[in-house]
């Protein structure tokens, strides 16, 4: 199977030693910063609702985002995140088998990269998938990537002989993939905290156990969609009476 998870916010540029690969839309990413380094400091804030450190920010990312950029200006994609999803997936700690595992079997989906493998050296930056940056395709990211991230995924499932995609990603970013075009079986698992008042989704939590779940697939290398019901990570079980075809979902006592 596949899984994919978002990108985040937050980066970890720290040196990192391990061989990194060419990102497949690494010419769309360039174009894309070109595109960004034009706007006035004025309108990157504006949008991407930023403060005016931030701004400041990405906006000097964007003048240095480079088309031949050196290694020591990179960082593989799934140690230069550092989000709650980076949290739970611990790349750093992956072994070099799993790091090969997860390479041909964990995408990260991105705004500016669209669709990342976890050793792709990245360039830092800040774009989210929901960003509407005007480019001759239109005037937000979804429609400029239109249908490639789907079928980019559905090709690397066909190389490694699945039809199964787990969705760890946020609606932000997995709305770009176009499901028409994906033809394959998606799963998406659901978090809950076991609340007084009933099951619910805490976004800080929900997000740590994506990256987990995605852990999970690779440290185990699953192949069979009934295997995810073992996963119990920070204390989540498989709740039968909740799920729904598809959907496992997964419940924990609340943290108090």
Not at 18 to 40: G, H, K, Y
Not at 187 to 201: A, N, Q, R, W, Y
Request: contains cysteine.
């Amino acid at each position: 199977m596949l899984v994919v998870i978002s990108p985040a916010k937050r980066l970890d540029w720290q040196d990192r030693d391990i061989a990194m690969t060419r990102p497949v839309f690494e010419e769309d990413a360039q174009r894309l910063a070109r595109t960004a380094r034009n706007l006035s400091l004025r309108d990157l804030k504006a949008l991407m609702d930023l403060s005016d450190d931030l701004a400041r920010l990405n906006r000097d990312r964007f003048r240095s985002f480079s088309d031949e950029p050196q290694d020591a200006a990179l960082r593989p994609a799934m140690l230069a995140f550092a989000g709650d999803t980076y949290m739970g997936l611990e790349a750093g700690s992956l072994d070099a088998e799993e790091r090969d595992w997860a390479q041909e079997h964990l995408r990260i989906l991105s705004g500016l990269y669209g669709v990342l493998r976890p050793a792709d050296g990245i360039q830092p930056y800040r774009l989210e998938m929901g960003t509407r940056l005007k480019t001759r395709r239109g005037g937000s990211l979804y429609d400029y990537w239109r249908d490639a991230p789907a079928k980019a995924l559905r090709a690397q499932a066909e190389a490694v002989g699945t039809d199964v995609l787990v969705n760890c990603a946020s609606q932000e970013y997995f709305g770009a993939v176009d499901l028409k075009a994906l033809n394959l079986r998606v799963i998406t698992p659901v978090f809950l905290e076991d609340k007084p008042g009933g099951p619910k989704v805490v976004s800080f939590f929900a997000k740590r156990a994506r990256g987990a779940m995605a852990r999970f697939i690779v440290q185990n290398r699953l192949t069979d969609a009934e295997a995810l019901t073992g996963f119990d990570a920070g204390g989540y079980r498989h709740c039968p009476e909740l799920s729904q075809p598809d959907a496992p979902h997964f419940l924990r006592p609340a943290e108090s």
